[in-house]
């Protein structure tokens, strides 16, 4: 035994030191068992990654305590990756797709393979190269019907393939002859399991082929027959997992099986000798934990070998419980030859006997998905690392995948990170996760999969490749679309190659995808491309009256059909084709066309649609008759971003969403910053402050101008030409710049025309250059053309007045448009360096380092903004020696977000501390950087920046680079204000240029006396009064205005008052300036320089203002709001409501408005419909400060008296979710969200507690408490109106010492689990009744209960005790406590729980025959009062108490296989059987008689022990015997459907008979059955009345039916009638039918019943009538030869040539010839055969046909010279072939060795013969 030992070690210690010299020479072999493959292993992990798969260390007696493996364990788990997979590997893998020509494989960790048909076995190739050659093999099965998703593969690496992309394709094999190469004959072992394919189909079961030569194996039908997923025949091809069942002749022989169970189980085992080379994937061991490590586990198997589980093969939920020296149930997976490398799967789908591979991810498929917000659970360093997307399902990254292609691998930093987002790539079924990927290319790929993709999808693709029938476009790598050959322009292109050239960039639009085929169709026609009509994407969208675009794909002579997209396709008639009439369409229509099409009707059920070309070209469609009166011009408007196109955006006006446009340049005054702002709008971003300016039939145009904006809402504009006026003054902007001059437009779409000479008041040569397309201008009219209706205007700024203080108004809104474009780049991105440079500002400071200093300039990094380039060019740092490094101080001139770049300075005159300025105070300035329309400039030395515009007049003109700003130029300043909020506290100033080249203009000079100043007291008459505004007409004819807060004095103002009531129109005021609205966008600025002056000064009328003593300042809204305290009370002033926030504007201040929200503003629910009845604009309110903040703006208010939520208190709620498990969300005011909880609804609970709420509706709310911000509240009566309180039915419970043990308490069911059901008593306190306390039924499983106690349930319960150190509550839903019914109904016939004696008397029943628990049981029926019956009464006569046990359980068994035979209970000798169904079932017995043998004597026996006291449970035992009975009563009802359902069953009764009849009226068969089953019973007379019933009955249309019919009459007569009789039917049958097949089935009725005159008669009268029938004669031979007349046979035959054709007699002659060997003499035959063969030698069909007689009938002497006849015909040499095989395989049978060398000789002599015959 121990050399036994040392040649096959197990593993353990060596045995003793002695020993020890076998085992160094063992060294040598185990050597052998691991072929060197050092080289190999460093080179593949790259030199120096050691952590990589170690070497195996060669084993020498110093490892005694290692024991020996056969193979090393690695180092460290990794996955497998495919620069790894080597030709020749074996691996597992999982069927993901089939197709019919390849089979796409998963295989572990992620990787994909493809088996081509030709790689299944050597059977299915040469099928298929059969079937290529010759036409009429037979039918091939086609991959789909060998292979399905989620079968199991073993399969073999046969190539790698390199595809054009680069990348690997791995090609598999499941060939058994390259799967199972390793094995031999010899090595096979019963248990073994193996793949095979199915080689041959054979009449007792497979060939299968196991890929070993010399062995066959064999597959029994039967076994075949419970093969799992294909119930039906196996094909040749098919692949199977089979285990050796048994092993004969040395492996030559093996016979398998399939049966799941067994191969499921078939573990290998050490005695089958699986070693290294021959291990095979799929393999089940058993093994054990070695080591465990974070990457994955070391395994030990098969006594000897070690192996490896990588994370992705561990069993997640088991994962942590792994430990060493657990044993486990594995699969092999994968073998690595190169280095010996066994990896093993623990998942259950592989190593659980009979699961299978699920192909599909759980839930839907979600490939292709960007997941946002995933965790990294963990990282692998060397594989990838572990995701948990949101919902809780993990996924993997491959290592590859977390980083971009070229990057350097940074995993910790990856691993560091929170949050990631992910991109589903694909889900592994073999290792059932989702793979991802974190590439940033890959997740910002547009189109991911063809499901991304849509039909009418504009999309952008790169010229692939041109072919005859279309052009292959890629959108990206691997999703590529055809753009057909009539799509490739708008007609039909000859030579597109001219148009397109590979590698071209192209914009097509998508006409249909279908994602699962991946077929994509686009096209390149502009018309369709460009269309901006709706798209008809399905017949729904086609709604009558649409216009769209389509294009012709057929033209007929009754109209055109026309196509659009999605297949989607109408007609368009003739008399819809053109208002003109058209005979001919193909003469004016070509296949291609794009044209308008409008839909006359459209049914999409059955998908059609009439078309009219006629009508869309009428211009008669809706979308252009929509925007007639839809908005008024002049009116402020805020819209929505629906499209950005090249010059403008597609807008839809809110709230009604009418479409309308807003061009790019007029989103700004300044149309430097129109791009920036078309840049930073996105669709679905909200546009304010916007105004028609212009309406017409095709669509609305808006503007953001805001000096438009202004003139339009002052009314200084023209509404149409009538009101046009020489000398009037109107602000528009440039249309058109032609050669002659350039075009103004003007609102409502009037056109001016400034000649070249009115442009301006310089030398104009270049039109061109003077203006920019979209300027605004202020223009003038000089002339009118009232026929043409035309006019002229001048732009020259000496002729043109300004308004007041528009440079600063225009350079405050340009700055506010740029700072608004840096916010909405800032917080697009989410990019932390924009949100950083959108807070820098012009004028501060950074410390900043030198990057690099050049001749042109420096450059500058700071650590706060990473990323950003910050510069300065030589003019700012001049004088100054930097040097790289050198930590410098700058001032910032100006930052471009858009490029990320920051202009600074570092001169020491800027960088300086700032001096203060004086208003009015002049300076000499200079220009320090331009930014198109904006210039910085510094103020002489106070280091003072701010910005100016480039352009002091609108109007201005810069012919040459010359005339503009350029930094380093000096201009005169003069300040106006020292710091300006507006722009964001830099000086306000205004300025002009230093040389004195322009004198002032007059109107410049007269700024100083026009408009009021801070402080000035005027007198004035009222114009109008609004609720919340007075306009005062002063003096001087300038219009103020008085804001409703400026009226009274505030301590007069009581709640409800309008102030402005108090005023009437046309009386005189004095009032006093307090400040001033902007022109043109009506701002309040409170401004109080001494010369700044406003053109709208706004007014105060209170007394104690107007006194000219009272200190008197301008406040500032910062300075405002910063004064209000929250709590304080206001009055304040409504200004407005918005209906669509339900919130309410309240002003205080002419420069403040506040907001209200709803819940803020109303105490009673009933308001909320209309709140803003309950206010009136103007009307003075108390509110309070909720909130208030300068920066951001925010000013919050409540009109309810409180400011915050308090504990104790009752406030408005809003619903806005309602979650059965929590209860109510409420929205609270002040920003607050609380929970009303399920038992905090109301002081009655009710059965649906959730019904009443709905989403959005009001609610008081009692505040009980906050916890972590949430509030608890509480909707009951009795919290919320505590003095008029009813009785409280269902009282709060706040705490468990309230509660008392026997209590009876109400409560809600919130879950149902194992431990019991759990019922919410209040919001804090659960309580639990466990599952024996919850029914009186026995309960196996806590689901039942789950089903009838949803959460929410409302019971009643009785408290058994309580905890209270730990709070807890034990209840019982006992009937018995509660007093209320079970919580089951009884319909669910569950058992009563058993308690007491009748336990016991049931656990020793039990340990005789234990009862399935698990059935489900019938419920008890209601049993009367009376005393039951003793035990022993129930056991009387034949029935054992056991039996009832033993019954129950093949019930159950009966349940579970519906197949299974009638359950026949084993019962005592000599008893009747319980259910008398086996003995012949009588169809006519009423359900009565069909009651149990046990219900009958229970039924007879008497009532005499009912004196006897009986017990609650003997009570219980009878229920149960009820029970029975009522069970074995449903049991025969159950088999009495079931065989009247059953269709094998014959019919007992004419009832019956008569109602399967009217199912099938025309089966013969029901009719010859019902005939049967009268002659049975001789009823003669009614069987033909059944006869005739079926003649009349079956239709006409049934032929052979009814001849079945006449048939069956006819043999009815022959028995049971008389001559006369059946002479009577067969003439009526020859009227009704062929006559021919009558007569036959007439003959063959004498014939059989031995009539031999009769049948002879009728013969001769047949061959005279259907002479011309070979059928005939061929009958009338056979008769005549069964009869045994030869010779009369014989003269039939020349009978027969004579009549029939003469083509028809060689087979005539040889179907007698055969009736003769056949009935009468073979030798006779076999003459006639001789014959005809001598005159028709090559009719190798007959030769094959005399073959066959002779081997049946003949000598085997003359079979031999038959045979040597045949194979020397002269007839073609595939069909001597087909001679020679018949001959061998005849010799095989019947010869010996001798004869069967003979033949091949013989063989062989005739392919030589055929070969020199060749060669001559």
């Known amino acids: 035994m121990a050399s036994l030992e040392e040649d096959f070690p197990r593993g353990g210690t060596a045995k003793k030191p002695t020993e020890s010299k076998i085992v160094v020479q063992r060294t040598e072999v185990d050597n052998l068992f691991q072929s060197n493959e050092q080289a190999e292993t460093k080179k593949r992990k790259g030199a120096g990654k050691d952590d990589g798969k170690k070497l195996k260390k060669s084993k020498t007696a110093k490892e005694k305590g290692d024991g020996l493996t056969l193979n090393a364990a690695v180092k460290c788990v990794e996955i497998l990756h495919i620069k790894n997979v080597k030709e020749g590997m074996l691996m597992l893998g999982c069927v993901k797709e089939v197709t019919d020509f390849e089979v796409s494989v998963s295989l572990p960790c992620g990787l994909q393979g493809f088996l081509s048909i030709k790689n299944i076995c050597d059977s299915y190739a040469k099928l298929l190269s059969e079937q290529l050659d010759s036409a009429d093999t037979e039918e091939i099965f086609s991959l789909p019907h060998l292979f399905y998703p989620g079968m199991v593969l073993r399969c073999v690496v046969a190539k790698l393939d390199v595809t054009k992309g ?105 005695e089958q000798g699986w070693n290294l080379t021959n291990l095979l994937p799929g393999l089940l061991v058993k093994a054990k934990i070695k080591k465990v490590t974070k990457h994955g586990l070391f395994l030990d198997f098969l006594s000897s070998f070690s192996g490896q589980v990588d994370f992705l093969h561990m069993e997640p939920e088991q994962a942590s419980s792994y430990t060493e020296g657990t044993e486990v149930r594995a699969c092999v997976l994968y073998v690595e030859p190169s280095t010996r490398l066994v990896a093993l799967s623990l998942r259950s789908y592989l190593a659980q006997p009979g699961s299978r591979v699920d192909p599909s991810p759980p839930g839907d498929d979600r490939i292709g998905e960007v997941v946002k917000d995933c965790k990294m659970t963990a990282m692998h360093h060397m594989s990838g690392a572990m995701l948990e997307m949101p919902d809780k399902m993990t996924a993997f990254v491959h290592r590859n995948h977390l980083k971009e292609p070229k990057e350097p691998a940074n995993e910790n930093r990856v691993f560091a990170m929170p949050e990631h987002t992910c991109r589903i790539l694909d889900f592994s079924p073999m290792d059932q996760i989702y793979f991802v990927s974190l590439r940033k290319s890959i997740i910002e790929k547009p189109f991911y999969r063809y499901h991304d993709l849509h039909a009418g999808q504009i999309v952008e693709g790169t010229v692939s490749v041109l072919l005859s029938h279309g052009m292959v476009v890629h959108l990206s790598d691997h999703i590529k679309g055809l753009v057909p050959r009539t799509h490739l322009s708008d007609i039909l292109l000859k030579n597109p190659e001219k148009k397109y050239v590979e590698g071209m960039k192209i914009k097509c639009r998508v006409l249909s995808v279908d994602a699962e085929n991946k077929k994509l169709y686009l096209t390149r026609k502009k018309a369709l491309v460009e269309s901006s009509l709706p798209l008809f994407l399905s017949y729904t969208d086609a709604r009558p009256g649409r216009v769209s675009h389509g294009y012709i794909v057929c033209i007929k002579d009754f109209g055109c059909i026309v196509r659009f997209y999605n297949s989607v396709k109408g007609l368009v008639p003739l008399s819809e084709l053109s208002s003109e009439p058209v005979i001919s369409p193909e003469e004016v229509f070509y296949v291609g066309q794009v044209l308008k099409a409008k839909v006359l009707h459209c049914d999409p059920d059955k998908a059609k649609m009439v078309l009219s070309f006629k009508s869309a070209v009428e211009r008669d469609t809706e979308e252009a008759a929509k925007p007639q009166f839809v908005c008024e011009v002049g009116k402020r408007l805020e ?78 504009v023209a509404k149409d030409f009538s009101e046009i006026t020489v000398g009037m003054q109107l602000i528009g902007w440039i249309k058109n710049i032609m050669s002659y001059g350039v075009f103004v437009e003007f609102p409502y779409g009037l056109v001016g025309l400034a000649p070249k000479s009115a442009m301006t008041d310089k030398f104009v040569s270049d039109t061109a250059a003077a203006f920019q397309l979209g300027q605004t201008v202020i223009a003038k009219v000089t002339n009118l053309d009232e026929e043409k209706r035309r006019f002229l205007i001048t732009l020259k700024i000496s002729e043109v007045v300004t308004p ?126 331009v930014d198109k329309d904006f210039a910085v400039i510094s103020l002489d030395d106070t280091a003072q920046l701010t910005v100016i515009q480039t352009n002091s007049h609108l109007n201005e003109v810069f012919l040459s680079e010359s005339e503009r700003l350029k930094a380093g130029m000096c201009l005169a300043a003069e300040v106006i204000e020292p710091s300006c909020q507006e722009v964001q506290g830099l000086p306000l100033v205004s300025w002009q240029r230093c040389a004195p080249k322009r004198a002032r203009t007059t109107s410049e000079n007269q700024t100083a006396s026009k408009g009021h100043r801070f402080g000035d007291i005027v007198q004035g008459k009222v114009r109008t009064v609004k609720p919340t505004c007075i306009q005062v007409i002063l003096e001087d004819g300038s219009v103020g205005s008085v804001h409703v807060s400026e009226v009274v004095e505030v301590a007069e103002v009581c709640q409800g008052f309008f102030p402005t009531s108090s005023v009437k129109v046309g009386s005189m005021v004095t009032a006093r300036v307090i400040g001033g609205r902007e022109a043109s966008s009506h701002r309040f600025l409170p401004f109080s320089h001494p010369k700044f002056t406003y053109t709208i000064p706004e007014l105060t009328l209170i007394p104690s203002k107007l006194d000219k003593s009272a200190d008197f300042k301008a406040v500032t809204t910062k300075e405002k709001l910063n004064s209000y305290k929250v709590g304080e009370e206001l009055t304040c002033f409504v200004s407005k409501f918005h209906p669509e926030k339900k919130s309410l504007e309240v002003t205080t201040d002419p420069c403040l408005t506040g907001t209200v929200e709803l819940l803020a503003m109303i105490t009673d629910p009933k308001d909320a419909g209309h709140p803003e009845k309950l206010f009136k604009l103007g009307q003075a309110v108390r509110t309070r400060v909720v909130e208030v903040n300068s920066k951001p703006h925010r000013f919050v208010l409540s009109l309810t008296g409180v400011h915050k939520l308090e504990t104790g208190s009752v406030t408005l709620g809003m619903v806005t979710n309602i979650l059965p498990q929590v209860g109510l969300i409420v929205k609270l005011p002040f920003g607050g969200t609380g929970t009303v909880a399920v038992t905090d609804l109301a002081d009655a609970y009710r059965p649906k507690p959730l019904d009443g709420f709905s989403k959005d509706q009001l609610l008081r709310c009692f505040l009980l408490g906050n916890e972590n911000g949430k509030w608890q509240l509480s909707l009951r009566p009795s919290r919320l109106n505590p003095q008029q309180v009813k009785p409280v039915k269902d009282p709060e419970v706040l705490s468990v010492e309230n509660l008392k043990a026997g209590q009876i308490t109400r409560g809600y069911v919130k879950s149902v689990g194992e431990q019991g059901v759990f019922i919410r008593l209040s919001r804090s306190i659960t309580g639990r009744a466990q599952l024996q306390q919850s029914t009186k039924y026995f309960v196996s499983n806590h689901k039942v209960l789950s089903e009838h106690l949803p959460p929410n349930t409302l019971l009643t319960t009785k408290i058994l005790s309580i905890n209270k150190e730990e709070e807890l509550v034990n209840l019982s839903l006992l009937p018995v406590d509660t007093g209320k019914p079970d919580v089951l109904p009884e319909s669910l016939s569950l058992p009563l729980r058993l308690i007491g004696d009748e336990k016991k008397k049931h656990d020793i029943q039990k340990k005789k025959r234990t009862l399935s628990e698990s059935e489900p049981k019938q419920a008890e029926s209601q049993v009367p009062k009376k005393k039951k019956k003793t035990k022993k009464a129930k056991t009387d006569g034949n ?75 003997k009570q219980k035992k009878s229920r149960h015997e009820l029970e029975q009975e009522k069970k074995a009563a449903e049991k025969a009802l159950v088999q009495r459907e079931a065989q009247l359902m059953d269709p094998s069953l014959q019919p007992q009764d004419a009832a019956a008979f008569e109602r399967l009849l009217l199912a099938s009226p025309n089966s013969s068969l029901l009719w010859l059955q019902y005939m049967a089953h009268h002659l049975q019973a001789t009823q003669i007379e009614q069987a033909r009345a059944v006869a005739e019933r079926a003649l009349k009955t079956i239709s006409f249309r049934e032929e052979q039916e009814k001849l079945n019919v006449w048939v069956a009459l006819l043999n009815l007569e022959n028995m049971y009638g008389t001559e006369e009789s059946l002479k009577k039917v067969f003439e009526r049958a020859l009227q009704f039918c062929e006559p021919m097949p009558v007569y036959q089935q007439l003959a063959d009725i004498y014939a059989k019943s031995d009539k031999t005159k009769e049948a002879e008669s009728l013969y001769k009268t047949m061959v005279k009538r259907f002479r011309q029938n070979k059928a005939v004669w061929l009958s009338y031979g056979t008769f005549l030869l069964q009869q045994g007349q030869s010779d009369a046979a014989s003269a039939l035959l020349q009978r027969a040539l004579k009549s029939l054709p003469s083509k028809e007699s060689v087979d005539v002659i040889a179907k007698f010839a055969q009736l003769e060997f056949r009935y009468g003499d073979a030798e006779k035959g076999r003459a006639m055969f001789d014959k005809v063969l001598t005159s028709y030698p090559k009719r190798t069909d007959l030769w094959s046909v005399f073959i066959d007689l002779m081997v049946k009938h003949g000598s085997q002497k003359d079979v031999r010279a038959l045979f040597d006849r045949v194979i020397h015909l002269s007839v073609s040499v595939k ?42």
């Open 1775 to 1816: 069909k001597i072939k087909f001679f020679f095989k018949r001959y061998l395989e005849y010799e095989k049978k019947h010869g010996t060795p001798q004869s069967i060398q003979a033949v091949k000789e013989k063989a062989m002599e005739f392919v030589e013969a055929k070969g020199t015959e060749a060669a001559n």
């Open 804 to 929: 007041d203080s528009n440079a600063q108004t225009t350079l405050i809104s340009g700055l506010q448009e740029r700072r608004a474009v840096n916010e909405m780049l800032a917080m697009r991105d989410n990019s932390d360096l924009r949100q950083q440079l959108s807070a820098l500002s012009v004028g501060q400071k950074l410390k900043l380092t030198v990057d690099a200093a050049k001749d042109s300039g420096a450059t500058f990094k700071s650590d706060d903004l990473a990323g950003a380039t910050i510069l300065a060019t030589k003019h700012h740092v001049m004088g100054v020696n930097l040097t790289p490094g050198q930590k410098v101080t700058a001032v910032i001139l100006h930052v471009d977000i858009l490029s990320t770049c920051v202009h600074v300075s570092i001169l020491s005159k800027l960088v300086a501390k700032k001096k203060s300025l004086t208003e009015g105070s002049k300076y000499t300035a200079m220009v320090q950087h």
């Open 639 to 716: 819209a929505k971003v629906l499209k950005k196109s090249l010059n403008g955006l597609e807008v839809a006006i809110l709230p009604d969403e009418i479409r309308a446009v807003l061009p790019t340049m007029h989103l700004s005054d300044h149309m430097s910053n129109c791009p920036l702002l078309w840049e930073s709008l996105q669709e679905g971003d909200n546009i304010s402050n916007l105004i028609c300016f212009s309406q017409n039939k095709q669509n609305i145009t808006l503007t953001k101008k805001p000096i438009v904006r202004w003139s339009l809402e002052e009314g200084v």
């Open 1439 to 1513: 029935d054992s108490g056991v039996e009832v046990y033993f019954r129950e359980e093949e019930d159950q068994k009966d349940e579970e296989e519906p197949k299974s035979n009638s359950v026949k209970a084993t019962h005592s000798s000599g008893g009747p059987s319980r259910l008398q169904v086996a003995a012949g079932f009588s169809w006519d017995v009423g359900l009565s008689s069909l009651k149990p043998a046990s219900a009958a004597q229970d039924g007879d026996s008497s009532d005499g022990e009912d004196q006897e006291g009986s017990s609650k449970p």
């Open 166 to 270: 680069g990348s690997l394709s791995i090609q598999l094999s499941v060939n058994p002859k390259l799967v199972n190469k390793a094995l031999t004959s010899s090595s096979l072992k019963a248990g073994m399991v193996l793949s095979g394919c199915v080689e041959s189909v054979e009449d007792h079961g497979y060939i299968v082929d196991i890929g070993i030569s010399g062995t066959k194996a064999f597959l029994p039908k039967e076994a075949a027959k419970d093969k799992p997923n294909n119930p039906e025949e196996l094909k040749v091809g098919q692949y199977l997992t089979s285990q050796v069942e048994e092993v004969k002749n040395d492996g030559r022989v093996v016979r398998l099986s399939v049966s799941p169970p067994t191969v499921a189980q078939g573990y290998a085992e050490t």
